[in-house]
Structure formats: structure tokens, C-alpha cells
């Protein structure tokens, strides 16, 4: 059920993706106290910043989605920055959140946390049973940290911090950028940029044959925000669809969302990541959330989006 509308919510990573999207679906729900800051105002990585800014701020809930994110390429090129940097700001906002008392925190993992051979769809109980999908381990690594500092608190002091899993996640506010992006916006750009100067052959990294789950991230928002409003029972929870498909029906369908008829190419020379990493949703449905976003209808909204705003939004970060 609803929160009171003036509990300060913290939103950490809030002009982000997923950040910006929870601070409108909380806004739309008539909460009125919401705090961010920018990575300019307060570096998430200096522990004594953020205390002085709990201090000053005293949130009531804590809604983790600052990372340093990117996609295959970005993550196997800087591991030491996504091992460390996530470590360095999950660690700085679960335990200055936990020592100013704050009763609800929600931290933002994802679905490669899991074991890159794992069996699918992947179950929460899966976590820690085989070893990680290369690629990004690091990372990998530092969100399993974060699981695992909000499943302690959670058993040792009986506060209610969870984990949220999602999968992949695209949408509004995405990083476009064809370096450090993830898979599905940098199909968008690349289609495109390829049509607008003649339906140009298209490069897309691996072999094509990897499948990949995706969730519109304002329906991400939206179970963020069921989380927050309700007591779960347990620490860990999937996010997803429960629905994959492969790299290759992915890129042939954005081809034909924006309409490009050239050719497309596959450079094998880029990884191709781990196999599959479809999740088992199964725990968050009974908890009572269930995605309801297509993944057509949510391309063509995220393509509408880039659309508008392509000339003014460039997201690089490295
Ligand atoms: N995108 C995806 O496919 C998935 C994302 N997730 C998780 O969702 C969360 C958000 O991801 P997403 O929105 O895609 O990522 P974005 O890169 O869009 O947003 C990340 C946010 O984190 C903030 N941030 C990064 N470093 C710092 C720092 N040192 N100090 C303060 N703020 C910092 C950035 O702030 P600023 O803009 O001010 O620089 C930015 O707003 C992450 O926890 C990620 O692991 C999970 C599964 C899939
Ligand atoms: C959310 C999740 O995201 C990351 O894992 P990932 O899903 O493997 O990342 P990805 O989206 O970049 O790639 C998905 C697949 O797509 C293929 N692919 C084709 N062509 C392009 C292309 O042009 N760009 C990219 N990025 N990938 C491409 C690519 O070769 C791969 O097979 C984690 O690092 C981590 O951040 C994480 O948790």
C-alpha cells in the first residue's frame, strides 16, 4: 500500500535510465519529497560525502540505481572501474544508509550476477553455484557484494533491504552511445545512422546467435516502486519477462521498426557474452508484479524517444 507522499525518498543515479525512470513513476504516484543528486554534487565513491549528505538529508527510503554501467564491450575493456567504482558507491549508500537508519533500501543488481552455465530460466537460488560469465565478473562480482550486505543486514538487524534482479533494460534516457552501450540501443542508432545514408550495411558485434531477455524500464520503474510500497518476504528477486530471443530476431526486428533494408553484418571479432541469461520470474509474480510492456511496443516508444532527442542526448560515458 502507499507510503505517506512526503517520505523522503533518495534516488541515487536519478537522472540515469532507470533513475530517471523511477523518479517519474514516483512522482506520477503523488510523492513529493524526492531527493537526487548529480555524480558532479556527490560523488558516490567518497565515503565521507555521503555521509554528510545522509546527515543533512536524512532520507526515510533509499533507492540504489547509481552504477557505473555499460554493455559487453565497455565491461570486459574497464573491469577494474566496474569491480571497484560499484563497490565503492553500493558500499558507500547501503552502509551509511544502515548506520543513519534508514528502514528501506532498494539495491539494483542484475541478471548477470547468475552463473554463465546456469540451468534457464535462472532461479534466485541459482546465485553462487558456478562460475560467472567472463565478460563481466567484475561487475558481476560487486553487485553479488551488494546482494549479499542487504541480505545480512536484512538477517542480522531485521531491516527491510532488498534486491531487485532485472535483466536487460532499455528505454528512454538509454545510452546511445556505440561504445559503452548496451545491445538494443546501439541497434537503434546504428540502423538508424545506417538509413539515413542509404540503407549502408549494418556491423553488429558476435555471432548473433546469444539470447538476451529485455524489460522496458518503465516497467522496471513500475516494480521498483511496488517493491518500495510493499514488504516482501525474502532478499532476492528477479525482474523480468520471462520471455528471450536471439541477438539475430532482435536485430531483425529494430530493422524493421526503423525501417532499414540494407544488409547487416556480423563481426566476430566482438564477444558474444554468455549464452543465455533468461530469468525465472516466477517469485516476483507471486510477490505480485508482472511486466506488461511488449518488447515491439517498447522498442517502437524507446525509437520514438531517440527520435526527438538523439541531437540534444548524448550519453558517453567511459
Ligand atoms: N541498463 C541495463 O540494462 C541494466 C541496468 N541495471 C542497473 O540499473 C542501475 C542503473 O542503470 P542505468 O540507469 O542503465 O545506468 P545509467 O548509466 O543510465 O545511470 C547510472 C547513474 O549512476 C550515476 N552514477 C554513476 N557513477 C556515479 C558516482 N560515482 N557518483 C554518483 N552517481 C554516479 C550516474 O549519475 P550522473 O548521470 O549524475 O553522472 C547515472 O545517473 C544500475 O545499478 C545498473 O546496474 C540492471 C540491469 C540492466
Ligand atoms: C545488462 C547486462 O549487459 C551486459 O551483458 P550483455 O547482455 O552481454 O551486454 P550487451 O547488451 O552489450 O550485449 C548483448 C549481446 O548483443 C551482442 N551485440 C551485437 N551487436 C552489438 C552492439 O552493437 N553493441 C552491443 N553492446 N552488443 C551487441 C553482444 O555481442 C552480446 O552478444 C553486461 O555487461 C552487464 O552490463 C549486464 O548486466
Known amino acids: 500500500m502507499k507510503l505517506n507522499l512526503d517520505i523522503r525518498i533518495y534516488i541515487a543515479g536519478h537522472r540515469g535510465m532507470v533513475g530517471s525512470a523511477i523518479w517519474r513513476k514516483l512522482e506520477a504516484e503523488g510523492y513529493t519529497n524526492l531527493i537526487g543528486k548529480t555524480s558532479t554534487e556527490l560523488d558516490l565513491r567518497n565515503q565521507a560525502a555521503v555521509r554528510e549528505f545522509f546527515e543533512k538529508e536524512k532520507p526515510e527510503v533509499v533507492i540504489d540505481a547509481a552504477a557505473r554501467v555499460g554493455g559487453i564491450l565497455a565491461n570486459n575493456e574497464h573491469p577494474y572501474q566496474f569491480l571497484m567504482e560499484n563497490l565503492q558507491i553500493q558500499n558507500n549508500l547501503i552502509d551509511t544508509a544502515f548506520h543513519a537508519g534508514v528502514d528501506k533500501f532498494i539495491f539494483l543488481g542484475s541478471s548477470c550476477i547468475y552463473p554463465k552455465l546456469a540451468p534457464q530460466p535462472l532461479k534466485e537460488e541459482y546465485l553462487l553455484t558456478a562460475p560467472l560469465e567472463p565478460t563481466n565478473e567484475w561487475y558481476a562480482i560487486a553487485k553479488i557484494a551488494g546482494v549479499k ?51 549502408l550495411p549494418v556491423t553488429l558485434w558476435g555471432s548473433g546467435n546469444p539470447m538476451r531477455e529485455f524489460l522496458y524500464v518503465e516497467d522496471l520503474a513500475e516494480a521498483v516502486v511496488f517493491a518500495m510500497e510493499n514488504k516482501f518476504a525474502d532478499n532476492l528477486y528477479n525482474v523480468g519477462t520471462g520471455k528471450d530471443l536471439t541477438i539475430r530476431e532482435l536485430a531483425e526486428l529494430i530493422q524493421k521498426i526503423v525501417g532499414h533494408t540494407g544488409e547487416i553484418i556480423w563481426d566476430s571479432t566482438k564477444p558474444d557474452g554468455t549464452p543465455r541469461k533468461l530469468m525465472d520470474v516466477s517469485k516476483m509474480e507471486r510477490a505480485g508484479w508482472k511486466a506488461k510492456t511488449s518488447l515491439e511496443e517498447g522498442i517502437k516508444r524507446t525509437y520514438a524517444w531517440f527520435l526527438e532527442n538523439q541531437e540534444s542526448y548524448k550519453k558517453v560515458k567511459l
Open 149 to 199: 550486505a542487504c541480505e545480512a543486514i536484512r538477517k542480522q538487524y531485521g531491516k527491510d533491504y532488498i534486491s531487485l534482479m532485472p535483466t536487460n533494460l532499455y528505454g528512454p534516457f538509454d545510452n546511445f552511445d556505440l561504445k559503452t552501450s548496451h545491445v538494443l540501443p546501439a541497434m537503434i542508432r546504428k540502423f538508424y545512422d545506417a538509413k539515413q545514408k542509404g540503407d
